[in-house]
Structures are given as C-alpha cells and as structure tokens.
C-alpha cells in the first residue's frame, strides 16, 4: 500500500508565493514519476508539472516560468515552488505519482488534493 499526501495549500494574495509538498509513504521500491495536477469549478483536471526519474521536469505553459517541481529524497516528498501566482491558479491541486511496489509491478497513486486560492 502507497499513499500520498499533499500539503502546503492556502489562501495567498496574487503575485505571491506558495510551496504545496507530496509526501508519499508505504512500501515503494522506487519512484518513476510524479505529476502535479489542479482541477478548478467546471474544469477538466490538468497536468501542472512533472518531475521524471528524479531529474527531467516538464511544465504546462501557462505556469513555466513561475512554478517548479524538486525532490527531497530523504523525506520521499516532492514539492512545487509557485511563484508570481495569478488568480487563474485558484484549484485544487492534486499529486500523482508512479511507483514500484516490486521489483516488475508499476503502479499510480493520487493524492486527496490540496486547495489553492489567490486573491486579494
């Protein structure tokens, strides 16, 4: 069994910043990848940032520039760095993350979602 846990949301003023964390527990054998995604009312769920084997990242447009995704290994928690929020970042933001439970057994997980909401 794996979980995530996401962390850090809040209420924060536009052009701000924010650190939303995923920390992930359970038997893990090692970790592919983990995505950030955010769903806002009346949105389809979008992929934010991706974090790849621990090194390559990829960003939506709309925040590249703005957001970064990083590890901590020795907490197994990944975070992402917003910065210069903008109202439009308002959502829930949610960690997905693909794992190995054995040593040929892949498996993805979500987290419950952490709520952000910019304004003034």
């Known amino acids: 069994q794996v979980q995530l846990v996401e962390s850090g949301g809040g209420l924060v003023q536009p052009g701000g910043s924010l650190r939303l964390s995923c920390a992930a527990s359970?038997?893990?054998?090692?970790?592919?990848?983990v995505d950030w995604y955010r769903q806002a009312p009346g949105k389809e769920r979008e992929l934010v940032a991706s974090?790849?084997?621990?090194?390559?990242?990829n960003y939506a447009d709309s925040v590249k520039g703005r957001f970064t995704i990083s590890r901590d290994n020795a907490k197994n928690t990944v975070h992402l760095q917003m910065n210069s929020v903008k109202p439009e970042d308002t959502a829930v933001y949610y960690c997905?993350?693909?794992?190995?439970?054995?040593?040929?057994?892949?498996?993805?997980?979500w987290g419950q979602g952490t709520q952000v909401t910019v304004s003034s």
């Open positions: 997905h993350a693909v794992v190995a439970v054995g040593a040929l057994t892949w498996r993805d997980y």
């Open positions: 359970g038997s893990i054998f090692s970790v592919n990848a």
């Open positions: 974090i790849i084997n621990g090194a390559s990242t």
